[in-house]
């Protein structure tokens, strides 16, 4: 096991590596860069998003593809650049962007002046609530249902959840935030839950069992819309292990020695059937912080990583873009590993380098 982990982590490397530099090639033909952005404020447009952007390369040299910039003095022009750093040619900006990465200096945001490292630290609190307790939920309900539908396979309760699974996997989670939004949150029907935000503006004043009762009332859409949209997939995940497990031979053994259905169950068929659901459990994790809650930030209104990095794109904010896409993916890596580990603690049997040999 050591030389695989110690090959995973050599393969870390190369393949953050890789990421990068596919990334940064695709950022530099995006239009509206951080200098296009600059010269639309100073124009009066607020944003480059309302101004005509017609260039989409960043390289040294290169001018402003803002449609304003032709009326813009040259020199505000090549101070910006200079500023954000665009004076200088492409590969020369990744290689000293790698270097930075390298010691962890992740640089300064354009538009808020701020360390990214700090932002990350500052929002990452949301982001890891809304991860954690997602999971929570959403393996509490996938478990159970998934054993329930593999024991009960082919019956009338393993046919209606199914429909309610095939429902809830159909139907994106962002989604199923604006339905809830509408009905409960003051669109049309219900104003019970708040809108945005974790705390209420009087956070501070109230007792811990307020303070408690507050955060899970924030809580309670946002997360009801990321479990909706998550557990569908590790409910059949669980049905289909423990379908595969009870069909095996030891089991048919097991019952034929008058073993009771429960001990069969829990005693004999559980330990195998969930060791790709537990062994997931890093990857899910990965999933549902960077990407599955991204949307649901937005929607809400909550200052996590998924709602920062949107920020970063629309204002092509490249330092924080970076920065952030450099940290998820070496953590994604990371819990891959940690994950395949995982495999090997729970089932022994399993020997990564017998495999490769």
């Keep these: 096991m050591g030389r695989y982990v110690l090959r995973r982590l050599l393969l870390i490397l190369p393949t953050l590596f890789g990421v990068m530099v596919?990334?940064?090639?695709?950022?530099?033909?995006?239009?509206?860069?951080?200098?296009?952005?600059?010269?639309?404020?100073?124009?009066?447009?607020?944003?480059?998003?309302t101004a005509s952007v017609s260039s989409a390369s960043m390289g040294p040299g290169a001018e402003s593809g803002y449609s304003g910039s032709s009326g813009m003095n040259?020199?505000?022009?090549?101070?910006?650049?200079?500023?954000?750093?665009f004076d200088k040619p492409a590969h020369e900006r990744f290689f000293m962007m790698?270097?930075?990465?390298?010691r962890l200096d992740f640089g300064t945001s354009y538009f808020q002046n701020r360390p990214v490292i700090?932002?990350?630290?500052?929002?990452?609190?949301?982001?890891?609530?809304?991860?954690?307790?997602?999971?929570?939920?959403?393996?509490?309900?996938?478990?159970?249902?998934?054993?329930?539908?593999?024991?009960?396979?082919?019956?009338?309760?393993?046919?209606?959840?199914?429909?309610?699974?095939?429902?809830?996997?159909?139907?994106?989670?962002?989604?199923?935030?604006?339905?809830?939004?509408?009905?409960?949150?003051?669109?049309?029907?219900?104003?019970w839950f708040p809108l945005r935000g974790l705390t209420s503006d009087n956070f501070d004043e109230l007792s811990v069992i307020g303070k408690i009762r507050d955060y899970f009332w924030h809580l309670?859409?946002?997360?009801?819309?990321?479990?909706?949209?998550?557990f569908a997939t590790l409910t059949m995940l669980t049905k289909n292990s423990f379908l595969e497990e009870l069909n095996k031979q030891f089991v048919l053994t097991a019952r034929a020695k008058g073993v009771t259905e429960r001990r069969v169950l829990y005693g004999h068929v559980f330990r195998n059937a969930m060791l790709i659901v537990i062994a997931g459990f890093p990857a899910a994790f990965v999933g549902i912080l960077f990407t599955g809650a991204l949307l649901i930030e937005v929607i809400f209104q909550l200052d996590g990583i998924g709602l920062l990095g949107y920020e970063a794109v629309v204002k092509r904010d490249y330092p924080i873009l970076f920065g952030t896409l450099f940290s998820f993916t070496l953590i994604g890596l990371v819990m891959q590993l940690i994950g395949d580990m995982v495999y090997v603690f729970v089932d022994p049997r399993i020997d990564?380098?017998?495999r490769e040999t």
């Design 22 to 49: 596919i990334n940064f090639i695709i950022v530099q033909f995006a239009p509206g860069g951080p200098v296009e952005q600059a010269l639309a404020e100073a124009a009066g447009f607020g944003s480059s998003s």
């Design 74 to 85: 040259p020199e505000l022009v090549e101070r910006l650049e200079k500023q954000f750093g």
């Design 98 to 102: 790698m270097w930075d990465y390298a």
């Design 118 to 191: 700090d932002l990350v630290v500052e929002r990452l609190p949301v982001s890891i609530s809304l991860g954690l307790w997602s999971l929570l939920l959403i393996y509490s309900i996938s478990i159970p249902l998934g054993i329930a539908k593999a024991v009960r396979d082919g019956q009338r309760f393993d046919i209606w959840t199914s429909g309610v699974v095939f429902t809830a996997y159909a139907i994106p989670g962002f989604l199923f935030a604006i339905l809830l939004i509408v009905v409960f949150a003051g669109g049309s029907y219900f104003d």
């Design 220 to 230: 309670a859409l946002p997360l009801t819309a990321l479990t909706i949209g998550g």
């Design 352 to 354: 990564f380098e017998t």
